[in-house]
Structure formats: C-alpha cells, structure tokens
C-alpha cells in the first residue's frame, strides 16, 4: 500500500511534534508512518496515561487521542490538558453519536474524526488544525472586538459584559469569536460551522442553534429584541453592528 502523502509536509517553518494516543497498537503505527511520511516526528503512546505524560514532558504541537483507552480514557486526557494548554486535540474515536461529539468539542477538542478512517485523512486534518491555532507561527497577534458592553479577546480566549468575565465553552466562545469578528453579516449555520470550528458536522446543523441559545441566555439577550445577536429568518444569525 502507497503510504506516502502527496500534499508534502505542512508548511509552518519546522518540524512538529505529533503524539498519537491510541491502545490500538497496529493503527496507531499506521497512523505514524503516514504522518512520518508528510515530514512530522511522531510519538506514540498505548494508554491514557502514559499519554499525558508525554504531552506534559515533551509539549508535542498537537495531540491525537483516542477515546477508549486503559489507564485514563480519552474524556479525562482531553479534560486534563485543555486545563493545563492550549495543545490542539484531535479526538479519535468508534463512537460517532452527537451526544459524544459534542461533549468532546466542548471539552475543547479542535476536531473529532471517527472510525474507521482515512489515513490521508488525518494527515489532512492535522494540516488543517496546527494552521488553524496558528502552532509554531510565534505570538499570535492579539484581537479584541467591543460590541456594546461586550468584549471578545481571541488571544486570551475570553469573553467579558460590562467588564464581568463570561463563562462560555470554548465551543460557544467560536461561534461568538466569528460573529464579533464580523458585526452585521449574516452567517448561515453551515458557514457558522465550517468558520467556528474549521470542518463540517455532517447533519448537525441545529446543534449552532443550541450554541446561540446559550449564548443569549449568559448575555442575557432577548431574542425577540436582541442587542448582541439576531436571528436572520432564512439565513441564521448576525452580530448587531452598533
């Protein structure tokens, strides 16, 4: 089988550091050699544990973790490390309900990829991730966007009313950073899906208005008279240009 990877290494100026986690010993190695092949170094580990070790010891650029493993599952290492960096995950997973993606997500995995998969498909998605975060560009520079009483920090990942701090998953804080980052244009869900968190949950398009509903609900924003986010009938949802 032709392991090589024909998009070439990711381009962001070195070589990064891709842990697998995954007790899956022989699909773990395959998913090695493929990203070894695209011009990554790669660690391996085979319990949860011994994972989280490695990612505290060796401080890898991003992180692919299974979520069915001995030791610590996957649910715990994704919780542990989103407390301790801002490592981007990559959750690997069989189970593929929406229950379970999206308690991944808000946990703060950047991305979810179910079995069975692509080996070219993960490379693709590593790419995608570490660009996205930015991983190994240095100091990213620091965005703020003020609506009304509202503050969204990118850099900081925080948003504040009225100076109080809102506690928001990092799920809601993607969907509020693309609306504040463009006040007045209305986004429909897909868009707010694919610019939020960079790929597509197929067939989860409702689960934006959830995201929306919790949103208004720690702005405390009427929905039938909103001051920070509007419903675009036909469309989906704008942030209030003021």
Not at 16 to 44: C, M
Not at 177 to 201: C, H, N, Q, T
């Amino acid at each position: 089988e032709d392991q090589s990877d024909r998009g070439g290494p990711v381009s962001l100026g070195c070589v990064k550091r891709i842990l697998v986690a995954d007790d899956d010993k022989r699909l773990a190695d395959l998913v090695r050699r493929y990203l070894e092949n695209a011009g990554f170094s790669v660690t391996v580990a085979h319990d949860g544990r011994k994972a989280l070790d490695i990612a505290r010891g060796r401080q890898p650029d991003l992180v692919i973790l299974d979520l069915m493993m001995p030791e610590l599952d996957g649910w715990d290492v994704c919780r542990i490390l989103r407390a301790e960096s801002d490592v981007p995950i990559i959750m690997l997973t069989a189970r593929s309900t929406e229950d379970d993606m999206l308690l991944g997500l808000d946990l703060g995995a950047d991305d979810y990829i179910t079995k069975p998969f692509s080996p070219r498909e993960v490379v693709a998605r590593v790419r995608t991730v570490l660009r996205r975060s930015g991983a190994g560009e240095g100091e990213p520079e620091r965005m703020i966007w003020s609506i009304g009483k509202l503050e969204v920090d990118a850099h900081r990942h925080e948003a504040r009313l009225e100076g109080d701090y809102l506690d928001v998953t990092p799920r809601e804080f993607a969907v509020l950073r693309v609306l504040a980052a463009a006040p007045g244009k209305a986004f429909s869900r897909s868009e707010l899906i694919s610019e939020a968190f960079g790929f597509d949950y197929d067939g989860m398009e409702r689960t934006v208005d959830a995201y929306i509903r919790s949103l208004r609900k720690k702005l405390d924003d009427d929905s039938e008279q909103p001051a920070y986010i509007e419903t675009v009938y036909g469309v989906g949802y704008r942030m209030i240009d003021r």
